[in-house]
């Protein structure tokens, strides 16, 4: 059975359900933006639905909502209605890794998968034509994927441009390179300093769960969230990145930008996070 369609080919269906996943990333939202623009009879049938695992930081909900509205359709909220402090317990308060990634399966993979049921259903991937990698494809057989980007060639400054010209780029964008939950074990340094900035409270609050949950592991290997930042702030000033509060808004973000790193090959099985 084929799995993947082109975007013509899902438009030619009318018998399945059409869905779109929205991680509160730039990716995903763009897709959605570029579905509603471009393709209206399409956007009129989607299904843009946000796996939420209550521990999403305050902006993606924010940004959610000025999607929201700019899409004039509902976002619809699933979930596995279990916090995550639930799923540590079960999982013998082993924090999840890249190895063991629980979290995922659990608070997204399988919400979603319950979401859709045993429909026959085309969902929408925003991965970019720049892009070597497929992302998160159900191996259910009434599931099938569509890359849209893929199909009409668009790529990560497309994507912005998109995000610019309709909804604006997410805020946390300024610190970090990809949504997700707060305490995302994929956070490079700089994020993990960038959290303890901008929700002092979650960086705490990452730190209680990593001193009383971990069983000895943590967030990142073979260091405490407070060594992982006192690294950071060291790196920050090795490269100049500290900035004034007198510093441009747009140089902060051009400057960040052109120090981050995207498409990490070993996070590829949490695209449907971060996308």
Known sequence: MVKHLTIQQAMADTHSRHVLGLSGGKDSAALAVHIKDNYPDLHDKMEYFFSDTGAELSEVYEFLGVLESYLGKEIIRIGSERPFEHWLKVHNDFLPSPKQRWCTVNMKLKPFESYVGNDDVISYIGIRADEHRDGYVST???????????????ERED?????????????????????????????????????????????EKAKEIERKSGNGYTWVQGMTLDQVVELAEKKEK?????????TPDKLKWQRVLENMEEDDADDQACIICSL
């Open 140 to 154: 259910k057989p009434n599931i099938k994927a569509v890359f849209p980007f893929k199909d009409d060639d668009l």
């Open 159 to 203: 994507i912005y441009q998109i995000l610019r010209d309709s909804v604006g780029i997410p805020k946390y964008y300024e610190w970090r390179s990809r949504s997700g939950c707060y305490f995302c074990f994929f956070q490079r340094r700089d994020e993990w300093l960038g959290l303890k900035r901008h929700h002092p409270e979650l960086f």
């Open 238 to 246: 090795e490269k100049g990145l500290i900035f004034s509060d007198k």
